[in-house]
């Protein structure tokens, strides 16, 4: 345990000092923090989400606003807590106007993510949104069964790579809901998954 928690804040003290992509210059500029990942380092599930929100940025706390709100509400309809979970983005550093990641600041900060996954080792990743989806499915080799969201979201998918026997879930990201009661409803039914898992 304590090996885990030394990894964890060797990466996080990484994140607070890096300066490898030029969102860290959106970060100073506007005095925003990173968000590096929190929730239970020895975690069964990890959701891995796109990169931070307004305001994620200005807490430094990952899915703290109005998409964090239906993740609590999704989490609480299968009988997770949060504090069970571990909860990072694929950026650390939030994106102007909240855009795309681009390609470049992926291949810099996704390691960080990478390393976490390696410290934590859960056993479910639940891939929240497309970029995150895109990028994970890729780096636990399962590229070739990459469909669009709407195709392949609450599905399972087996993989061994990255040394881990993992189970990968695409889930739409939970910021689809808050404006569409219907996305909220294929959302809960997705996250019915997780319960099974669990047990
Ligand atoms: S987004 Fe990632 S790579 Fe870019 S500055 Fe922030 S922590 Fe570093």
Redesign the pocket.
């Known amino acids: 345990m304590k090996r885990i928690e030394e990894e964890l804040k060797k990466v996080k003290n990484e994140?607070l000092d890096?300066?490898?992509?030029s969102?860290?210059k959106e970060?100073v500029k506007n005095r925003f923090y990173?968000v590096v990942g929190e929730g239970n380092h020895q975690a069964k599930i990890m959701f891995v989400g796109e990169a931070p929100g307004l305001q994620e940025a200005k807490t430094g706390r990952p899915f703290c606003g109005a998409a964090g709100k239906v993740l609590d509400e999704l989490l609480d309809s299968v009988g997770i807590k949060r504090k069970e979970v571990y909860i990072a983005n694929l950026?650390?550093?939030r994106p102007p106007e909240n855009r795309d990641p681009q390609p470049e600041?992926t291949k810099?900060?996704s390691p960080?993510l990478e390393r976490q996954i390696e410290i934590i080792k859960p056993r479910v990743i639940c891939l929240l949104g497309r970029h995150s989806m895109n990028f994970l499915m890729e780096k636990f080799g399962l590229e070739n069964q990459i469909e669009g969201i709407s195709k392949i979201h609450g599905r399972l998918f087996e993989s061994k790579n990255l040394s881990l026997n993992i189970t990968v879930i695409p889930f739409y990201h939970p910021a689809v809901a808050i404006y569409n009661p219907n996305m909220k409803k294929v959302l809960e039914e997705d996250f019915k998954i997780l319960k099974t898992i669990i047990k």
């Not at 890096?18 to 992509?21: A, G, L």
């Open positions: 994140v890096c300066k490898k992509c969102l860290y970060r990173p950026l650390k550093c600041e810099n900060c960080y």
